[in-house]
């Protein structure tokens, strides 16, 4: 039972740089979401997907993409790497409008020197 | 102010202590309560969801929920070394909006 499943588990990238952090879950989840954790700060909200091809910004959305063309995947991209998007990002999936609450990915750990 | 406050710590306790651990929040609108457990460099791993006020019952853990004070609490009794983590208290308000706090650090000692 894989759950949610990110990768890569750690990047650094160089500032400019672009990637994307993978996300899919296998437990046909409509909900799924991108959040980023900072020491602190606890989990912050960057987009959230409520089906295949609809999207939506969370709280801090600002230097980050999603898509969904699946039920299953939900990739974020950062085009332009800044220091200030260090940070551990999880993906995380809920079933849809349900007192069910949200099972989490192990994280990626990112660095931008 | 934050939505939700939660005391960092770390609180460390001696094996076979009760523990507990706290949130406070300021959004009425919250409606569903929910702590985590975290590990070191592991993702948020559900404990614990209720909705109304009141107690809620799991095994060794006690979730504890008043709404008119705005005030959730988890208890964990008979604490043993595993339960050293993070543990993140969560709320949700409409259909996608949790907040979380930033987490409370408790070390069970051996």
């Known amino acids: 039972n894989a759950g949610v499943t990110q990768t890569p588990k750690f990047r650094i990238l160089k500032i400019g740089q672009s990637m994307t952090l993978q996300c899919t879950q296998d437990m046909n989840h409509n909900y799924m979401y991108w959040y980023r954790q900072d020491p602190g700060m606890g989990l912050k909200l960057i987009y959230y997907?409520?089906?295949?091809?609809?999207?939506d910004k969370g709280e801090v959305p600002n230097g980050y993409n999603v898509s969904r063309s699946t039920t299953e995947d939900f990739p974020l991209r950062l085009e332009l790497a800044a220091p200030s998007q260090t940070s551990v990002y999880f993906c995380?999936?809920?079933?849809?409008?349900?007192?069910?609450?949200?099972?989490f990915g192990d994280g990626t750990r990112l660095s931008i020197l | 102010q934050k939505e939700v406050e939660q005391d960092p710590g770390p609180l460390s306790v001696p094996e076979g202590a009760i523990v507990s651990l706290n949130c406070t929040y300021s959004n009425s609108a919250f409606q569903y309560f929910m702590w985590y457990r975290q590990y070191s460099r592991k993702g948020p791993e559900l404990l614990m969801y209720t909705y109304s006020s009141g107690n809620k019952e799991d095994g060794r853990f006690t979730a504890q929920v008043d709404k008119s004070s705005k005030y959730i609490s988890l208890f964990i009794r008979d604490s043993q070394p595993s339960d050293s983590a993070t543990y993140l208290c969560a709320m949700r308000s409409g259909t996608y909006k949790y907040i979380f706090g930033t987490g409370t650090r408790l070390k069970v000692l051996a």
């Open positions: 997907s409520v089906g295949a091809g609809i999207t």
């Open positions: 995380a999936s809920s079933y849809q409008d349900s007192v069910q609450p949200q099972h």
